[in-house]
């Protein structure tokens, strides 16, 4: 399958900061890429879906000016949680879409936030 | 109802049984169905795509679609302790665009 790599794989940071988490494609051009969250011992939440070259989408309850979506080319999406607090320590997993609307969505490793 | 609905578990199965999973979902024109595994802490695996009505088979994997009846089914053959996990149903709606999920199913594999 696809290759999806994340980065950084966890990271801790101090309330009021903001962190950014890369999401790229290693072997394949991604059109569209997706941003979820998921709490512990519950499912997938997506958060927004990423089309390169134009605005994201976000779902309904997520702030846009708080997870600042940026997705500038074919194989790179970036999101920002901005000013950070402890309710958003959470694991970001992005995914990126081979190919048609209908196409298999590859994860990548995902991504530990835990805000002190 | 939910979109997508999974049985959450735990299917408790002996190594070398066959482990059947199954999911529905909602919308009648959903055009792509996937099922993920996700072990505790890690990100999903995408282990097996139907996108037309019966059987599709990979390895010890064997994935059923019945649009019909909307739902879709995975069958592990041989079970191994190391399939232990949560197999997670992924469903492209027929707006498309984006995957809706199941609540996932807790696999436990026992030696």
């Known amino acids: 399958g696809a290759v999806v790599s994340q980065h950084p794989s966890w990271v801790i940071c101090k309330s009021g900061t903001s962190v950014k988490i890369e999401c790229r494609s290693l072997d394949f051009q991604a059109t569209t890429m997706f941003w979820y969250r998921q709490f512990p011992k519950q499912s997938l939440m997506l958060m927004a879906t990423s089309n390169e070259g134009s605005k994201a989408t976000y779902e309904q309850g997520v702030e846009k000016d708080k997870f600042l979506i940026n997705h500038a080319s074919l194989t790179l999406s970036t999101l920002t949680v901005t000013s950070a607090h402890p309710e958003d320590s959470s694991f970001y997993i992005c995914s990126a879409r081979v190919g048609l609307v209908w196409g298999e969505q590859f994860f990548g490793p995902g991504t530990r936030l835990t805000v002190l | 109802q939910k979109e997508v609905e999974q049985n959450s578990g735990p299917l408790s199965v002996p190594e070398g049984a066959i482990a059947s999973l199954n999911c529905t979902y909602s919308?009648?024109?959903?055009?792509?169905f996937f099922w993920y595994r996700q072990y505790s802490g890690k990100s999903p695996e995408l282990i097996m795509s139907i996108y037309s009505n019966g059987d599709k088979e990979d390895g010890r994997f064997t994935a059923q679609l019945n649009k019909a009846s909307q739902y879709v089914s995975l069958l592990i053959r041989d079970s191994q302790p190391s399939d232990s996990a949560t197999y997670l149903c992924?469903?492209?709606?027929?707006?498309?665009?984006?995957?809706?999920f199941g609540g996932g199913t807790r696999v436990l594999v026992k030696p």
């Open positions: 992924a469903v492209n709606a027929a707006a498309g665009n984006k995957l809706t």
């Open positions: 919308d009648r024109g959903s055009q792509s």
